[in-house]
């Protein structure tokens, strides 16, 4: 009893020490049970993967090859290290043969893009940067009709990651968003996305998953991190100073649409079966007695674009990539947000007064503002998505 006695009266005479001492014990028990839940996360990925790797494999099948990109940069700098403990073990124990192409600068992805080789599957591993350069690289090569039919995965590293919650279920653990990510590419289940081709008057193309922005709004956003001493109100002083440094805030420029299109058919996920021997000896029997007719030639009709003035705030240019797997309508095109109004199409060119200046901002990506046409590819790239994703997406009221 002295000795409880002892040590309350240490804790009285010292209670800063003690102050101190508890709050750091506080904080190392909580930063060590944090690191044990991740534990934990990894080795149930690691004994999921493991059943996809015990799976046998017919004799004339080979291992599934997996590219990946890897932007080292991604997450200030902790991309590298996230990969190598959540993803690396998972794809190993799952049998998938995996090349790693880190990237040292940025804009390399685009480069290296042009020498991918034929591959099962691209993973990119990084923030929404490298996933951009990925896909512009892509769409850009010769042969990207054959590349754009290679399923892509797309692992969270980065400090942005938009695309995410369209493919994944998300939470604030970032070990478990990584690593159910990573799972989702082992299980094989894809959606087609919407693409955005962004073509100025000199520059290659630039392609998009979710969309151009550009305005006020985004240059207030641009700009946030500047004002990072004034804590909680670092949101409110860039709006003011803003404000004051251009008035009014609406800005004018000239769009041309086309009508938006009928999406093409879904494509089946395999191919079918071929017909037998028998079955291949009457169709061509068939097409010799009875050759099908010659169709006429189409005729191309010539595009209507509409013109219309704009004065708005902020301008977005959208795909439907938020819910990828939606299915309601048949014109899943782009939106022109005027003040709160939406406007579909199927194509559109941005024409902006001379003289303005600023920027774009395309899948948070920054771009030099400029005369743009903007043409939606649809269902050009197929994404591994989890089934629980899915599910969830097709369960929202539509």
Not at 257 to 285: F, G, H, T
Request: charged share 25%; proline share 7%; with cysteine.
């Amino acid at each position: 009893m002295a000795r409880v006695v002892k040590v309350f009266k240490t804790i009285r005479n010292h209670w800063k020490k003690s102050t101190l001492a508890v709050c750091v014990l506080s904080y190392g028990g909580y930063w060590l049970y944090g690191k044990h839940c991740d534990n934990l996360l990894r080795r149930e990925a690691c004994q999921l993967a493991r059943e996809f790797g015990r799976q046998q494999i017919a004799p004339q099948e080979q291992l599934k090859k997996a590219t990946v990109i890897l932007n080292p940069a991604a997450c200030s700098g902790k991309a590298n290290k996230l990969f190598e403990k959540n993803v690396a073990p998972i794809l190993h124990l799952a049998g998938v043969e995996i090349k790693i192409v880190k990237t040292d600068y940025e804009g390399q992805a685009k480069k290296l893009m042009e020498l991918l080789e034929q591959t099962d599957m691209l993973i990119v591993a990084g923030g929404d940067g490298t996933l951009q350069e990925v896909i512009t690289g892509l769409l850009r090569r010769p042969d990207q009709d054959s590349f754009s039919n290679v399923p892509i995965g797309y692992i969270p590293l980065g400090s942005h990651n938009s695309l995410s919650p369209s493919l994944h279920l998300l939470s604030d653990n970032k070990v478990r968003d990584i690593t159910s990510a990573t799972l989702s590419i082992l299980r094989g289940e894809t959606v087609p996305l919407d693409v955005l081709q962004i073509k100025g008057e000199t520059d290659q193309p630039v392609f998009a998953l979710m969309g151009l922005r550009w305005g006020a709004f985004r240059d207030v956003a641009a700009t946030i991190s500047k004002y990072w001493y004034l804590g909680p109100l670092k949101t409110n002083a860039a709006h003011w100073f803003q404000t004051l440094k251009e008035w009014p805030l609406v800005r004018q420029l000239s769009i041309s649409y086309l009508a938006p299109s009928l999406r093409p058919p879904d494509l089946p996920p395999q191919k079918p079966p071929r017909p037998n021997l028998l079955r291949r000896i009457v169709r061509r029997l068939k097409s010799y007695w009875n050759p099908p007719v010659e169709e006429p030639p189409k005729v191309e009709v010539a595009e209507k674009w509409e013109e219309q003035q704009l004065a708005t705030v902020e301008l977005y240019v959208q795909t439907h990539n938020k819910n990828p797997v939606e299915r309601v309508g048949v014109t899943l095109n782009h939106f022109f947000t005027q003040n709160s109004t939406k406007l579909e199409a199927g194509a559109c060119q941005l024409k902006l007064p001379e003289g303005v200046s600023g920027f774009f901002n395309i899948d948070n990506e920054e771009y030099e503002a400029m005369p743009v046409e903007v043409r939606l590819l649809p269902r050009k790239l197929r994404f591994f998505i989890s089934a629980e994703r899915r599910e969830q997406l097709l369960s929202q009221p539509q």
